[in-house]
């Protein structure tokens, strides 16, 4: 079973920019989405981003669209979520999550990380 590390997460401005990154234990198959979630306090899990590997066909969520980018990482077996222009309703934990199709349910998706904290200050 494949596992999910999560990294880049922290305390950050309001309209400053973050990099999480999330590297896979093994490989990531073509046929893979890889996807972003976030929980805020109090809140329940949402979609952010999601990728499909092999098409690289990108999704995002509205709340993010325009100002969150996903896309393969820098080191095989990884994905990034560039975030720019951040928001202090973008303070969550952020959860890395795969699937074999994309969903933008939680319970699409059979493999998650532990989450990074992402903090965004007024």
């Known amino acids: 079973q494949v596992r999910l590390v999560e990294s880049g997460g922290g305390l950050v401005q309001a309209g400053g920019s973050l990099t999480l990154s999330c590297a896979a234990s093994?490989?990531?198959?073509?046929?893979?989405?890889m996807a972003w979630f976030r929980q805020a306090p109090g809140k329940e899990r949402e979609f952010v981003a999601a990728?499909?590997?092999?098409?690289?066909?990108?999704y995002l969520s509205d709340s993010v669209k325009g100002r969150f980018t996903i896309s393969r990482g820098n080191t095989p077996n990884a994905v990034s979520l560039q975030m720019n222009s951040l928001k202090p309703e973008d303070t969550a934990i952020y959860y890395c999550?795969?699937?074999?199709?994309?969903?933008?349910?939680?319970?699409?998706?059979?493999?998650w990380g532990q989450g990074t904290q992402v903090t965004v200050s007024s």
């Open positions: 990728l499909r590997w092999g098409a690289q066909t990108k």
């Open positions: 999550a795969r699937s074999t199709d994309y969903s933008r349910q939680e319970s699409g998706y059979d493999v």
């Open positions: 093994g490989r990531i198959y073509s046929s893979s989405v």
